[in-house]
């Protein structure tokens, strides 16, 4: 392991490095007070200068303590679905399992800015057996979902008995964490690690990533030692005005992404968390991006655009519509947009035929046949007197 500059956690190792200047100490000492501050060594090797697309999702600015009317501490309603500490159940097949409230890294633009980095790690034995006994009493539950906090901070020895414990539960099918660490903290992918995600139960990794300037060779051998040990690995990531808000910047990291063999899944529409208005595009961009970006790249590249509905009303695809109703109302013809602009009719138009099947007429495929045969014929002949040079 090469020897990496230390985890800068408060405003005054910040102004050390170089990533703040002095006159704004004083109100970043504010925002430190309200949301946690932290940058890996590894993230703080990744940024170029302290406008770049990886500082300005780590390093705090004063924006933060600008909190406008539509924004909400629980922006997508997780505390209304927490039967039991630990646990969030919104839909009926699956569930969140959240057994560490810290992370890593702490990103500027958080949905749980408001809950992770202070005060409690992770649960307590008492409180993750409640969770697990929870998750063995609702057979519904297909899918336990880790998330926090970052799951993968968790040391390998205290994650494989809960893997253990899950793994043992029959109805729960799939397995899945979402987290950072592979990115930003990827010395702890060990192989150790890896060997204790390796359960009979499916496990899938989501890798949260908002540039490809965040995937510096580290990560990459992370990504790679997931993939060795058989763990399928799919993408999130976040729309950031000012990180990844044009198509050359998704694109990039999309490919980047798939050239490390991690599928692009999910591009979230910015939460309504407060403090970070300044991050927020609007949907109408948002679309126009994800349809930019349909013909530029394969399909292996393109994420699903969501929106989580404030108030816990579930994730839905908001992507740009490429179909629309045809010209005749019927609702049995459409006009479509392909991916560089063009309108097409479909089913496409064509010339009226010149000749019709009579409704009456037998099914008789002989009859049918000679039919086709003298229309055409006379066809034939048509063309010929109206064109000498036909034939």
Not at 57 to 65: I, M, R, Y
Not at 161 to 176: F, Q
Not at 304 to 319: A, E, Q
């Amino acid at each position: 392991m090469r020897n990496r500059p230390r985890t800068i956690r408060t405003t005054e190792s910040l102004l050390e490095n170089g990533l703040i200047d002095e006159e704004s100490l004083p109100e970043l000492r504010d925002v430190a007070k309200r949301y946690a501050v932290s940058i890996t060594g590894v993230m703080q090797e990744q940024i170029a200068h302290v406008d770049d697309p990886v500082a300005r999702q780590f390093v705090p600015t004063g924006a933060e303590l600008l909190i406008t009317a539509e924004e909400r501490a629980d922006p997508i309603g997780d505390d209304p679905f927490t039967p039991v500490k630990g646990i969030t159940h919104r839909y009926p097949d699956r569930l969140l399992l959240k057994p560490m409230h810290l992370c890593p890294v702490y990103c500027r633009f958080c949905f749980r800015r408001e809950v992770v980095g202070p005060g409690e790690g992770m649960l307590g034995q008492a409180e993750l057996e409640a969770a697990l006994d929870y998750i063995r009493s609702h057979e519904e539950v297909w899918e336990v979902i880790f998330t926090g906090g970052d799951p993968l901070i968790i040391a390998p020895t205290k994650l494989r008995p809960i893997m253990a414990a899950l793994d043992a539960i029959e109805h729960v099918k799939v397995i899945r964490f979402h987290t950072r660490v592979p990115v930003v903290d990827p010395e702890r992918v060990t192989d150790e690690l890896v060997d204790a995600l390796a359960t009979d139960t499916p496990v899938w990794v989501v890798v949260h990533t908002n540039h490809s300037q965040e995937i510096g060779s580290a990560a990459r051998d992370a990504l790679r030692r997931l993939n060795r040990g058989g763990v399928p690995l799919l993408s999130q990531t976040v729309l950031l005005r000012g990180v990844n808000d044009t198509p050359e910047a998704l694109e990039g990291l999309f490919r980047t992404l798939v050239a490390n063999r991690v599928k692009p899944y999910y591009l979230h529409h910015g939460d309504l968390a407060q403090g970070t208005s300044h991050f927020r595009t609007s949907v109408a961009e948002g679309q126009e991006l994800v349809r930019r970006l349909r013909g530029r790249v394969s399909g292996t590249c393109q994420p699903t655009y969501v929106l989580d509905i404030p108030g816990g009303h579930g994730k839905v695809p908001i992507g740009p519509s490429y179909l629309e109703p045809g010209e005749d109302g019927t609702g049995d013809t459409h006009v479509v947009t392909d991916p560089w602009g063009e309108r097409h009719h479909y089913p496409p138009r064509v010339a009226e035929a010149t000749t019709a099947a009579d409704p009456t007429a037998t099914a008789d495929p002989t009859a049918t046949a000679a039919t086709t045969t003298t229309a055409a014929a006379t066809a034939t002949a048509t063309a010929t007197e109206e064109d000498p040079t036909h034939g």
